[in-house]
């Protein structure tokens, strides 16, 4: 059974930076998609970033762009969401998110709070 690990929430100031990790327990190359959604209470999860074709093509949310980066290091079965000029409406749990041929697989998500 897949699992992903996510790390690296926390709280931090508007206009601040903080990066997510998550480790996957196969490799990155059995997933044609990676990407990273986020949740608030009473909200519908929704997409931030996204890594298909092996990370050849990253789609990221209007809201984010140019203010987070996905990537990946396939040595370590890990993907990493940075994030930057963080801000109070970035607040939200971040939930790591991978599929392949058989499911979709979700990590436990970690807290992210922006204060103002």
């Known amino acids: 059974q897949v699992q992903l690990v996510e790390s690296g929430g926390g709280l931090v100031q508007t206009g601040g930076s903080l990066g997510l990790s998550c480790t996957a327990s196969?490799?990155?190359?059995?997933?044609?998609?990676l990407g990273w959604y986020r949740q608030v209470p009473g909200g519908y999860r929704e997409a931030v970033a996204r890594?298909?074709?092996?990370?050849?093509?990253?789609v990221y949310d209007n809201t984010v762009l140019g203010r987070f980066t996905i990537s990946k290091d396939s040595a370590k079965n890990t993907v990493y969401l940075q994030m930057s000029n963080l801000k109070p409406e970035d607040t939200a749990a971040y939930y790591c998110?991978?599929?392949?041929?058989?499911?979709?697989?979700w990590g436990q998500g970690t807290q992210v709070a922006v204060s103002s």
């Open positions: 196969t490799t990155l190359a059995s997933f044609d998609t």
């Open positions: 998110y991978a599929k392949d041929s058989v499911a979709e697989h």
């Open positions: 890594m298909v074709h092996g990370g050849d093509v990253k």
